[in-house]
């Protein structure tokens, strides 16, 4: 059936299906914390765990997570800062966590020599609160004062607090701001740009701050001055202020407006006033180095002179930017081929590290700024065929990290001197499983459209061609996330170890293949999203790599509902479905949690044609009752201020009451994703890791 006809047909179905949900028999179950859901919650845990937790392959499935999750050969995630290297750290012995430092130079050692910052577990139990740390911005250029944006349980919604990385301590009659869902930015020292709730109602429909606000030390939040306000109907996740600068002292204070999910008006900021910058909507600012602004450009660009392509990194000269901030003058550093894309960038003093993809293999460049302003670039000499990933950036000294990483090859970290583009692996991780009896293939199936759809498999070396394979697919499909080939202790530990094969699909919706990759599946197409993941699966079939009785699928928040809709659509294609803090009622979606702010990616249901499709596809609504389904896992957590436990729940209702199996978890605290701590997070890959067992093994 042609789509057009099916948007109609499906017009009247989304009717009925629209009259349904506001007589919901389980919008009670959207209340998050009330006593009746929450004794509902704490019913399905119990009848969960006692199904997996006493499988007998549940306790050392367990033991293996935690002793991943606790390994203290971690590799610390280093954090360039204040002239020394910073680390945020989780163990058995620090629950919350440790913001911890030590210098470059004993950061190169062994066993480098901690010293503590801020202790989360002892600030908790000094105030009696359930703080957890979600990152810190702090002042450049001196960065000796930081905000550090402290959680409650793991949501999104932060306190702010002012912290002295000499003293160690939270200032005394420093900055504090209150709970809520906000953004800060350093103007000066004394001075910050704050977006919050200033008063009941100043947020949008999603949540998020639209009025940015001047605080300055010493007084109160009420005598904060406004200086730019969006409206209640912008997207996305709020105005954000930005401070940025550069390794010779420039400096650029930006506002960035959403207008829906993926545009956004961005503004300069002076003491005169607040400017619009002539940049297109879909845009996103990366850096300012050697006295340029860095910006990747996410849509074809008539600048005047040029015509910028999607998916291009360009440069603007600061002095100009700020001469004339409508008219700006592009300077392209980075224009991707057919199956290439641009994926992050970070300054050094004076230099730009750039990392791409080519066929969803990594690579790194470092930029130069000329004294004429003329650009070059040169090649990063890292491994083929691997995950490459930027991690940090010394904005004062000459020193990127970077990692590099494969399915079966453990994460190295990487010092790279951008001076000479030497490189030194500073740190291995030791092997979390044996991967020596494994090999990794790419194959590429063909979606319903002839589009050719790579995908990497993880198999043994001698996997019989028999079908008989226990296989787990897993995708994302959204937001331009890129998914990319990552060394996973887990999977390779607590599955492939078991013999078990891992595959990673590249579908549409995803950056692999730059803007126009994501933009295919943009709202009212999204089904293509769908047919790439079920083709994928139909590939593996016909290569007699598995069969559906031995297929599993997994995915999380947006892959969340990729499972959904491929449990609701494909049923025959599955025997074990792992749905992950999901959205999945597709018409109530931009009234739960943060959801408005995704309407850019799923469309609206305030738009006839775009809540026809969303009847279509939502999972929620397309349970068949006496249909026959695999039993599903579905889980999500109490505290996700994010997507909201809501779908997950309204979703394990319906299958109850309609009498199909399924198995229901919710972690009561940690926010968007498995756990607050390391325990909990093991607890859930463990959950997870025995019910595929139990469904793909047996």
């Not at 002095?319 to 980075?334: G, H, M, S, T």
Request: charged share 25%.
């Amino acid at each position: 059936m042609h789509f057009a006809s099916m948007l109609v047909m499906t017009a009247v179905l989304a009717t009925g299906i629209a009259n349904a949900t506001e007589d919901d028999r389980y919008i009670w179950l959207e209340d998050v914390s009330g006593p009746r859901a929450m004794a509902w919650v704490h019913a399905e845990n119990d009848k969960t765990t006692a199904v997996l937790e006493k499988d007998p392959r549940y306790g050392a499935l367990y033991a293996d997570a935690l002793a991943i999750a606790q390994a203290k050969d971690r590799i610390p995630t280093p954090n360039s800062l204040n002239g020394g290297i910073y680390n945020f750290w989780q163990d058995a012995d620090h629950v919350r966590g440790l913001w911890r430092r030590t210098s470059l130079a004993d950061y190169k050692t062994a066993d480098p020599h901690w010293q503590s910052v801020l202790d989360l577990d002892a600030l908790a139990t000094q105030e009696k609160a359930n703080w957890f740390y979600k990152g810190a911005d702090c002042v450049e250029p001196s960065e000796k004062r930081c905000m550090v944006n402290l959680s409650d349980g793991g949501e999104d919604a932060v306190t702010v607090r002012e912290f002295d990385l000499d003293t160690g301590k939270f200032v005394d009659g420093g900055f504090v701001l209150p709970h809520g869902k906000q953004t800060s930015a350093w103007e000066d020292d004394n001075t910050l740009l704050v977006a919050r709730e200033w008063q009941p109602g100043d947020l949008t429909a999603s949540g998020y701050p639209f009025i940015v606000k001047r605080v300055s030390r010493r007084e109160p939040l009420s005598a904060a001055k406004e200086i730019f306000r969006g409206t209640a109907k912008d997207g996305g996740y709020g105005v954000s202020p930005v401070s940025l600068h550069d390794g010779d002292g420039h400096e650029v204070v930006l506002i960035n407006r959403p207008l829906s999910t993926f545009e956004s008006e961005n503004y300069l900021v002076t003491r005169k006033g607040v400017e619009q910058l002539g940049l297109p909507l879909k845009t996103t600012v990366q850096a300012l180095v050697a006295g340029a602004l860095v910006v990747s450009i996410d849509q074809n660009w008539d600048a005047g002179d040029k015509q910028i392509a999607q998916g291009t990194l360009v440069a603007f000269d600061l002095a100009e930017l700020n001469a004339d901030p409508k008219r700006l003058k592009p300077i392209v550093l980075y224009a991707p081929g057919p199956r290439e894309s641009f994926q992050s960038a970070a300054a050094t003093r004076n230099a730009l590290v750039v990392t791409t993809l080519d066929n969803v293999r990594g690579q790194a460049f470092v930029y130069r700024r000329g004294a004429d302003g003329s650009w070059s670039h040169r090649k990063l000499a890292l491994p083929d065929n691997s995950a490459i990933a930027l991690v940090d950036a010394n904005l004062h000294g000459d020193t990127a990290f970077v990692s590099v990483a494969g399915f079966l090859q453990p994460s190295s970290l990487v010092l790279v001197n951008v001076n000479d583009d030497s490189l030194q692996t500073l740190k291995t991780l030791p092997p979390k499983f044996d991967a020596s009896r494994d090999v990794v293939e790419q194959f590429e199936a063909t979606s319903t459209d002839g589009t050719k759809i790579p995908y990497f498999v993880v198999h043994p070396k001698d996997m019989k061609l028999d079908g008989n394979n226990p296989t787990i697919l897993y995708a994302y499909g959204g937001f331009q996330v890129s998914e990319t080939p990552s060394y996973s202790a887990n999977i390779g530990k607590l599955w492939l170890e078991k013999g078990g094969v891992f595959v990673l699909a590249n579908i549409r919706g995803g950056g692999e293949f730059g803007p126009a990759w994501h933009e295919a599946g943009l709202k009212t197409k999204r089904q293509i999203i769908y047919d790439d993941f079920a083709s994928v699966a139909r590939d593996l079939i016909a290569k007699k790599i598995t069969i559906p009785r031995r297929l599993g699928i997994m995915g999380g928040s947006n892959g969340g509902l990729l499972m959904g809709v491929e449990f609701t659509q494909h049923p025959e294609l599955w025997h074990a479905v792992d749905i992950q803090v999901p959205l999945l009622d597709m018409l109530r979606f931009e009234k739960i949690a943060a959801g408005t702010s995704w309407a850019g990616e799923y469309g609206s249901v305030s738009v006839p044609a775009e809540r026809a499709f969303l009847a279509h596809i939502s999972p929620y609504n397309n349970i068949r009752k006496g249909a026959k389904y695999p039993e599903p896992l579905i889980w999500t957590t109490t505290k996700d201020d994010r997507v909201g436990p809501q779908h997950a729940r309204k979703f394990a209702a319906r299958l109850s009451e309609y009498g199909i199996p399924y198995l229901y978890y919710e972690v009561t605290e940690g926010g968007h994703g498995s756990g607050a701590n390391l325990k909990e997070k093991a607890h859930t890959t463990a959950l997870e890791m025995t019910y595929f067992a139990r469904k793909l093994m047996d």
